[in-house]
């Protein structure tokens, strides 16, 4: 008999209210963690050192739409998590779920967009752009994906979906939906091979005028919208289950995005975007057709 901590939970229930308290802390973590393994050194010396830098502006600079971006990005990581169950408990329990993560995912877009404008700077407001338009493309396969899960549990709440994996992992036979749903983790938080938002071509992008504190939020926002959707993958694709088995799970699919970001070389936005169209929606199609006629059948 496996410990009660590994087993998959039965139901999935709203937590107490100071979980909603710890899970900045808890997202925060797991983004120190894998940016530890990304660098292969200690980043608290980055991070300290962006702590007493002194933060710059340009000229004309919109800092108050600027700053109300970066928070933007953090929140938006925060928001998409609270959905995301850690054992039986999560700091929403909604008969949306996959909906509101999905919607405070889009956050993200503006947040990038406000801080590549705010910044009154020609590469950053490209490196905004460039975040619109590859959310164009990643967005419509993500959402296939998420798609897929529900409509394999018959249910847009989270906790039913972890449920309906109780006999076999939706990963197992929605191979498809688990790829390119990381796939679209990856550019959501424009990181490792689509990270052209902010891209060296044009100094650095979006984050090219943020220095001190801004910087190191703006950095810190990315890093936890990786972890969120990294960990929004166990409780759709993964079985969900105990404590535990949620951190180990979600530490194995940060160390693969990780992993990729090493081993794949950035993609041109325009390859990526006709990839998006011509190949993953195609397959998230036949994808989550294959669902649906399971479904039925069975």
Same mark, same amino acid.
């Given at each position: 008999?496996w410990?009660a901590w590994?087993r998959?939970?039965?139901?999935v229930e709203a937590?107490?209210w ?5 899970l $900045?802390?808890i997202?925060?973590?797991?983004a120190?963690?894998a940016?530890?393994?990304?660098a292969?050194?200690y980043?608290?010396?980055a ?6 830098q002194?933060?710059r502006?340009?000229l ?6 600027l ?17 995301? $169950? ?8 909604t008969g ?12 993200a ?7 590549g404008?705010g910044?009154?700077s020609?590469y ?5 752009? =460039?975040?619109v338009a ?13 798609i897929t899960?529900?409509l ?11 449920e309906a994996?109780r006999d076999l ?9 688990f790829v ?5 983790v990856l ?15 044009i100094?650095g992008?979006a =984050?090219?005028e943020?220095s001190?504190v801004?910087r190191?939020?703006f950095e810190?926002?990315?890093?936890m ?6 960990a929004?993958?166990v ?19 940060l ?9 794949v070389?950035?993609v041109?936005?325009?390859r ?8 993953l929606? $195609? ?5 989550a ?8 059948? =069975?």
């Amino acid at each position: 008999m496996w410990p009660a901590w590994t087993r998959t939970p039965i139901m999935v229930e709203a937590g107490p209210w100071w979980i909603g308290l710890l899970l $900045p802390a808890i997202l925060g973590a797991f983004a120190l963690g894998a940016a530890m393994l990304d660098a292969g050194s200690y980043p608290l010396k980055a991070a300290a050192g962006l702590l007493i830098q002194q933060r710059r502006k340009t000229l004309a600079a919109d800092i108050l739409l600027l700053r109300a971006g970066i928070f933007a990005l953090v929140a938006a990581a925060v928001l998409a998590a609270v959905v995301i $169950p850690l054992g039986e408990v999560a700091v929403l329990d909604t008969g949306v779920g996959v909906v509101w993560f999905n919607m405070a995912e889009v956050l993200a877009w503006a947040a990038v967009w406000m801080v590549g404008w705010g910044a009154n700077s020609a590469y950053a407001m490209v490196g905004g752009y =460039r975040f619109v338009a590859q959310g164009l493309a990643y967005e419509l396969p993500h959402m296939f994906a998420l798609i897929t899960a529900a409509l394999g549990a018959e249910s847009l709440r989270v906790g039913d979906i972890v449920e309906a994996q109780r006999d076999l992992w939706f990963v197992v036979w929605m191979p498809a939906a688990f790829v390119v749903y990381l796939l679209s983790v990856l550019g959501m938080a424009f990181w490792g091979p689509f990270d052209q938002p902010a891209g060296r071509d044009i100094g650095g992008g979006a =984050r090219l005028e943020l220095s001190g504190v801004d910087r190191l939020l703006f950095e810190g926002g990315r890093w936890m919208l990786l972890t969120a959707g990294a960990a929004f993958a166990v409780p759709l694709f993964l079985g969900g289950g105990g404590w535990g088995w949620v951190i180990v799970k979600t530490a194995a699919a940060l160390a693969a995005l990780v992993w990729l970001k090493k081993r794949v070389p950035t993609v041109r936005l325009n390859r990526y975007v006709e990839f998006a169209w011509i190949v993953l929606i $195609p397959v998230m199609l036949v994808q989550a057709l294959v669902v649906a006629v399971v479904v039925l059948v =069975r």
